[in-house]
């Protein structure tokens, strides 16, 4: 699906000035790319909130007529009570993928704010991607959470901590292990600043190193 900026615009403006618009957030990797680092093409839209009480049967409803107003059909739709998804088309075929989420109420560091945008902070994001590639092995969430430790203060263990207090089920043995997983990884993202590949591998090769010879046997 390729990225039309200006339809992200459309529906996050239109968004963000709803009654819904206080209670939500723009995160992942589209909030990290566009507001923060400018260093990849990222396609998805995720907003987040931690309001239980957010009705998304209405909310629903309400994201249907943003994209009948910015002339867009619904290709795909998934509709839960905690988890809303739509993949959108204009007339063109011009894509938009949206996704919508109830989170745990367990946030992490400031909000920012890009006009009528709610963006995520660097620390929800990092803490977010370090679970990222706990689950899945993904070189967008890899590269996200690398610029994240190259171009801010945040360290990875220190992003580690606050991701245990989000899944008690994360361990250092099996985020080494899937971090690991990075080097037989092949899909890599759009890139729109130059990467060094080998340098990248091997700074997640060295922290996975580091974290297995601090496990005491116990631990494994």
Known sequence: MAINYHLQDQFLDKFFMSQFGPDFYLTGGTALARF???????????LFTQNKNTDF?????FVEKIGLAIGLKTVKQVVTNAFLQYIFED???????????KDIPVHFGEFKQEGMIRVDSLENIGTNKVLAIFGRTDHKDFIDLYYILHQTQLTFDYLVSLAKQKDVG???FYLANSIDQLQTATQMPALLRPLDVDV????????SEKMLSKLKPEDT
């Open 91 to 101: 007339i063109s075929g011009e894509g938009l993928k949206v996704d919508i989420v």
């Open 57 to 61: 049967a209405v909310l629903n409803l």
């Open 170 to 172: 994360l361990t250092e």
């Open 200 to 207: 990248y591998k091997a700074f997640y090769k060295q922290i």
């Open 36 to 46: 923060y680092f400018h260093h990849r093409e990222s396609i998805d839209l995720d």
